[in-house]
Nanobody
Framework: QVQLVESGGGLVQPGGSLRLSCAASGFSLVHYAIGWFRQAPGKEREGVLCVTSRGGVTNYAESAKGRFTISRDNAKNTVYLQMNSLKTEDTAIYYC???????????????WGQGTQVTVSS
């Protein structure tokens, strides 16, 4: 069964850090681009960061620059989103998605995870 599972979300204070994981099962992530997206209450889903199959990174969220990084560990079939200096406006459900052509984009992903909640609050 093809599956993407996000983990690592939770409640964190402003200024804190979290590392989200996106683990694949049923297929290998090696040739896929992996994107992280988020959706805050009452807002549309937005792209955050994406990593191509070759390791190139695309940043979609201006607010994440300098604070969020994406990395992949193909041996573990997992992609990570490291989030530092978190702000209340980062509160959202975070999703990862896999695109089989290996290129980053805002649309056209083949598989999606179920999401993990990130809440930034004091």
């Amino acid at each position: 069964q093809v599956q993407l599972v996000e983990s690592g979300g939770g409640l964190v204070q402003p200024g804190g850090s979290l590392r989200l994981s996106c683990a694949a099962s049923g297929f290998s992530l090696v040739h896929y681009a992996i994107g992280w997206f988020r959706q805050a209450p009452g807002k549309e889903r937005e792209g955050v960061l994406c990593v191509t199959s070759r390791g190139g990174v695309t940043n979609y969220a201006e607010s994440a620059k300098g604070r969020f990084t994406i990395s992949r560990d193909n041996a573990k079939n997992t992609v990570y989103l490291q989030m530092n200096s978190l702000k209340t406006e980062d509160t959202a459900i975070y999703y990862c998605a896999a695109e089989w052509l290996g290129y980053c984009a805002l649309e056209g992903y083949n598989y999606w995870g179920q999401g993990t909640q990130v809440t930034v609050s004091s």
